[in-house]
């Protein structure tokens, strides 16, 4: 399973990358407006510096909503650098889009994903990655999980090579029921990564193994 961080902190960012565990970067407008990113040349910049950062893929999300425009915004986006993944929501324009980025051989991540439906048709349109915002559907008293449970079957029972994407992951348990049940990615935020580390019996283990050696010295 490939580990993103789903933010536009720097910061963040690069504690991940020291970890040594982390695949890539989600970021969104919200995301990088949080961080005071703001004006388009700041904005392809900041992508640019998150690419420099990492290793693997970076989403990028087009704010255009007909065909013409993600295209141009897309393939500015994907020139920037060669980690750059292009983020086009789920709509109609979108998935047209998500098609000729396909046959262009430009890296998609299909956003805004809430169904099953939404999912096939982004599959069939041939984004790279497909993104079921599992905490927003959670909020709204719908199991995430059984999303991505889903999206599973149906993506094997036709061998789809769009990459699950589990976003909007919340907590550490997101990450690991999202594993348990086969999705390719997910991204989340830095506290759900290190989350996984903790477990109180390894503190009390290790407190007492160094005791131990202490007293035998
Ligand atoms: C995914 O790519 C989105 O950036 C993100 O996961 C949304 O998460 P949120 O629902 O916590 O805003």
Redesign the pocket.
Known sequence: MKFFI?TANLDQIREAQSLGVLDGV???P??MAKEGIIGEKNILKHYVDICNIVDGDV?AEVIAVDLKGMIKEGEALAKLHPQIVVKIPMIEEGVKALKYFYDAGIKTNC?LVFSVGQALLAAKAGATYV?P?I??LDDNSTDGLTLIEEIRLVYDNYAFETEILA????HTMHVVNCAKLGADVM?GPLSAIKGLLKHPLTDIGLAQFLADHKKGN
């Open positions: 789903d989600t970021t969104n919200s995301l989403s956003t993104s915002f905490g927003r976003a909007s992951v919340r991204t």
